[in-house]
Nanobody, 128 residues
Framework: QVQLVESGGGSVQAGGSLRLSCAAS????????IGWFRQAPGKEREGVAA???????????YYADSVKGRFNISQDNAKNTVYLQMHSLKPEDTAMYYC??????????????????WGQGTQVTVSS
């Protein structure tokens, strides 16, 4: 089992920044990808970013087009934590943000997530 706990959400004005954290514990060796996903009211869940957390250097990343250049995903292996630094936030970034663990696609992309390896979510609200 992998347990994930998100934190760092909040309310900001457009143009502001937030940093989300995803702390992983448990059998983290069973996955090599941590991803951030978001879901706004009335919309489907969508991938935001992903990072390869496996060995051999790790660190490969992937972003949704809508956040490229504004968001940055990174990891702190010593803390088993993945971060999502968000800059230049827009009202359309408002959503519940979740982190999830799974497998990193060989050709890059969002994680193939395990159904049970999801955090509880953290709310991000961006006002105009």
């Amino acid at each position: 089992q992998v347990q994930l706990v998100e934190s760092g959400g909040g309310s900001v004005q457009a143009g502001g920044s937030l940093r989300l954290s995803c702390a992983a514990s448990g059998h983290t060796y069973s996955s090599n990808c941590i991803g951030w996903f978001r879901q706004a009211p009335g919309k489907e869940r969508e991938g935001v970013a992903a990072i390869y957390t496996g060995g051999g250097g790790g660190g490969g990343t992937y972003y949704a087009d809508s956040v490229k250049g504004r968001f940055n995903i990174s990891q702190d292996n010593a803390k088993n934590t993945v971060y999502l630094q968000m800059h230049s936030l827009k009202p359309e970034d408002t959503a519940m943000y979740y982190c999830a663990a799974g497998l990193y696609p060989a050709s890059g992309g969002f994680c193939y997530t395990h159904a049970n390896y999801w955090g509880q979510g953290t709310q991000v609200t961006v006002s105009s």
